[in-house]
């Protein structure tokens, strides 16, 4: 008998979570034998772990977006999962890995000058008003990105941490490959759409699960205001960003006795109406709660109060 090995080769940059040797056995890592003590972290231990079944799908209108998910990060179980595998374009929720990124290799102290590229945007474009040349830190740049989900902010903190956008977004795959994240690949930091630049509701609750243990990312976050103080032209700007999260500027109302505490919205005509939310339940329990694609804004809050209330208590 013969026995055919298929191998599939990776970036050798970026090492896989699960490495392993190929000539080790199980008694090795402490797993088979009765005697075995072992202090082997295996990768999963501390998530919530879901197939490719659908979750606790009933009771809810889940008709209206394309894939949902909710995750109980404290108990590490999975609530509700509808399509949580597929791929899906996350628009400006991209930004939540931008931001991760900038919090693991940059200094948010740091100040950077803005380029002309940054500031190159569409006319219908979500942005700070940043001009080329104005000075800004980079902590002020990722409440931009994250309050204002501001592109031209995005293309700012890439160029100021990693020197270009391209290598910025190499560093932001090869992070989400390390926590994970396989069915995801960006090519922007900003979340414009393009056909190669997807992730899964899956993924995102991966990313995001990672990030929160940030404490520069948390902050981030969870802001619902921020006033930023830089220079243009010479001249003291100050700019006051609220959240585009509609719980936390007061226009949606959560469920009773859930405390909404961050989130990030994101929408694009291919990637729908899009929200990653942190909030806690009743029990005080934290819940990462995800919609992507939904088919107008009010239904996105529609679904996520669903889910929220019916399933996550």
Request: glycine share 6%.
């Amino acid at each position: 008998m013969s026995i055919a090995l298929c191998l599939l080769g990776c970036s050798k940059e970026v090492e896989s979570p699960a490495k392993y040797n190929v000539y080790d056995n199980s008694a090795m890592y402490g797993i088979t034998s009765a005697k075995s003590s072992s202090n082997v972290n295996f990768f999963a231990k501390n998530l919530c772990v879901i197939g490719t079944d659908d979750v606790e799908v009933s009771d809810v209108d889940s008709f209206v977006a394309s894939s949902a998910g909710a995750f109980n990060i404290d108990k590490q179980t999975v609530n509700y999962a509808q399509s949580v595998h597929e791929k899906m374009y996350p628009a400006s929720t991209t930004k939540i890995m931008t931001a991760y990124v900038a919090c693991l290799y940059g200094d948010l102290d740091e100040y950077y000058t803005v380029s002309p590229l940054a500031v190159d945007q569409a006319s219908d474009s979500s942005v700070c008003e940043l001009k080329a040349g104005d000075v800004i830190s980079l902590r002020d740049l990722l409440y931009g990105l994250m309050l204002r989900s501001g592109n031209d902010a995005a293309i700012a903190i890439a160029e100021g941490v990693s020197g270009d956008v391209e290598s910025f977004v190499e560093l932001m795959n090869k992070t989400a490959q390390s926590i994970g994240a396989t069915n995801t690949n960006f090519v922007n930091p900003n979340g414009l759409h393009d056909e190669n630049h997807y992730t899964s509701v899956y993924d995102m609750y991966l990313m995001l699960n990672t990030a929160l243990d940030n404490p520069d990312f948390y902050s981030v976050f969870t802001a619902k205001s921020y006033t930023a103080n830089y220079t243009s032209a010479g001249a003291a700007v100050t700019k006051d960003w609220n959240s585009t999260n509609q719980y936390l500027s007061g226009n949606i109302n959560a469920p009773k006795d859930f405390t909404i505490l961050g989130g990030k919205t994101g929408t694009t005509g291919a990637a729908g109406y899009c929200l990653v939310l942190l909030s806690e339940n009743p029990n005080k329990d934290r819940i990462i709660s995800i919609v992507f694609n939904a088919d107008c804004r009010s239904n996105l809050y529609l679904l996520m109060n669903e889910v929220l209330s019916n399933k996550c208590r």
